[in-house]
């Protein structure tokens, strides 16, 4: 299972950046997929989560407005939209795949927001 996360980087406050996660090795469609983050010295916090089917989804407080979580399942990719990113956004971002009894972590991609 390998769970490849990308689209972070360095972009300033106001900005916006799309985060993808592609998901091999397992049957995407039947994963409850979730993006975490974990900025230094803190714990790992729930961003925004997206059902299996797609069809519900939830979000952190603190995103709430200002991001968009999506999926493919005919691509395996889930997707994170974050518009008006604010210095506290900065963070390791990570995709995690949930079944009943499975989870599965990706490597996280850093996120930087920044004047």
């Known amino acids: 299972v390998q769970l490849v996360e990308s689209g972070g980087g360095l972009v300033q406050p106001g900005g916006s950046l799309r985060l993808s996660c592609v998901v091999s090795?397992?049957?995407?469609?039947?994963?409850?997929m979730t993006w975490y983050r974990q900025a230094p010295g803190k714990e790992r916090e729930l961003v925004a989560g997206?059902?299996?089917?797609?069809?519900?989804?939830n979000y952190a407080d603190s995103v709430k407005g200002r991001s968009t979580i999506s999926r493919d399942n005919a691509k395996n990719t889930v997707y994170l939209q974050m518009n008006n990113l604010l210095p506290e956004d900065t963070a390791v971002y990570y995709c995690?795949?949930?079944?009943?009894?499975?989870?599965?972590w990706g490597q996280g991609t850093q996120v930087t927001v920044s004047s």
């Open positions: 995690h795949a949930r079944e009943t009894n499975n989870g599965f």
């Open positions: 997206i059902s299996s089917a797609g069809d519900r989804t």
């Open positions: 090795g397992l049957t995407f469609s039947s994963y409850v």
